[in-house]
Nanobody
Framework: VQLQASGGGLVQAGGSLRLSCAASGRTFSLYGRGWFRQAPGKEREFVAAISWSGGSTSYTDSVKGRFTISRDDAKNTVYLQMNSLKPEDTAVYYC?????????????????????WGQGTQVTVSS
């Protein structure tokens, strides 16, 4: 089972990026998906999550209104559209899937809920 994150890069403040998280090895259609990030010298933090059905989403306060998480089960892929990027968004972004299918969205803000992690993609926002 692999989660492959991609789409990171260097962008100026105010710009946009779209991250992708492709799953292989199994079908995650019954699993929610989450994005976390870790900046240098800081702990990993929750960014966004989407339920297995796509009907529920959750965002950390600092990205609400700027980031959008979505999923395409036909492609076994989850996306994170990031707009109006700020220098404080600079971090390595990780996608993850919960340990169990059908995990409630309320539980998906904690890294402890996740059992599958991707390798991370670097996002750098210059001022």
């Amino acid at each position: 089972v692999q989660l492959q994150a991609s789409g990171g890069g260097l962008v100026q403040a105010g710009g946009s990026l779209r991250l992708s998280c492709a799953a292989s090895g199994r079908t995650f259609s019954l699993y929610g998906r989450g994005w976390f990030r870790q900046a240098p010298g800081k702990e990993r933090e929750f960014v966004a999550a989407i339920s297995w059905s796509g009907g529920s989403t959750s965002y950390t306060d600092s990205v609400k209104g700027r980031f959008t998480i979505s999923r395409d089960d036909a492609k076994n892929t989850v996306y994170l559209q990031m707009n109006s990027l700020k220098p404080e968004d600079t971090a390595v972004y990780y996608c993850a899937a919960p340990r169990k299918p059908g995990a409630p969205i309320a539980t998906m803000t904690s890294g402890a809920a996740y059992g599958y992690w991707g390798q991370g993609t670097q996002v750098t926002v210059s001022s």
